[in-house]
């Protein structure tokens, strides 16, 4: 229906399919970076899970939103504390695992970040505050 409608403004399918494949090709190399987590992430307040992928530079984490790659934060964070998903956060993180952990990120600019993770991550989710929990 998309590729109608863009067909009948005057833009060439052949430049839609570039656009669509440079998006995939973008997340596919997102995924692959070393050190990368799958999570899904949800703003002090919020009350929806966005999907993405994340790293740790030093402090700092970096998180993009899949699959369009909209949304990119860079938070700087200064304390990370780790627990288990309760059973109604748990129904509302999909495709995370059997028994996903939260980790609840102070920012350096106040508030928090809350982020969910499979539990195999739990170590690489704390990133550098990892030895201090």
């Given at each position: 229906m998309v590729w109608v409608i863009l067909a009948a403004v005057g833009?060439?399918?052949?430049?839609?399919?570039?656009?669509?494949?440079?998006?995939?090709?973008?997340?596919?190399?997102?995924?692959?970076?070393?050190?990368?987590?799958?999570?899904?992430?949800?703003?002090?307040?919020?009350?929806?899970?966005?999907?993405?992928?994340?790293?740790?530079v030093s402090d700092v984490f970096v998180w993009r939103g899949s699959p369009a790659a909209w949304k990119e934060e860079l938070l700087r964070v200064v304390g990370a504390s780790v627990r288990s998903?309760?059973?109604?956060?748990?129904?509302?993180?999909?495709?995370?695992?059997?028994?996903?952990?939260?980790?609840?990120?102070?920012?350096?600019?106040g508030g928090t970040v809350a982020v969910a993770a499979r539990r195999d991550d739990s170590a690489t989710l704390l990133g550098p505050f990892g030895d201090a929990s």
């Open positions: 833009v060439p399918l052949w430049l839609c399919a570039i656009a669509l494949l440079t998006l995939v090709f973008r997340n596919r190399s997102l995924r692959k970076r070393p050190g990368n987590l799958p999570v899904r992430m949800r703003p002090e307040g919020g009350k929806r899970w966005t999907p993405g992928h994340a790293i740790w998903a309760a059973d109604d956060e748990r129904r509302h993180l999909h495709r995370i695992g059997e028994d996903p952990v939260i980790a609840s990120l102070a920012l350096a600019e």
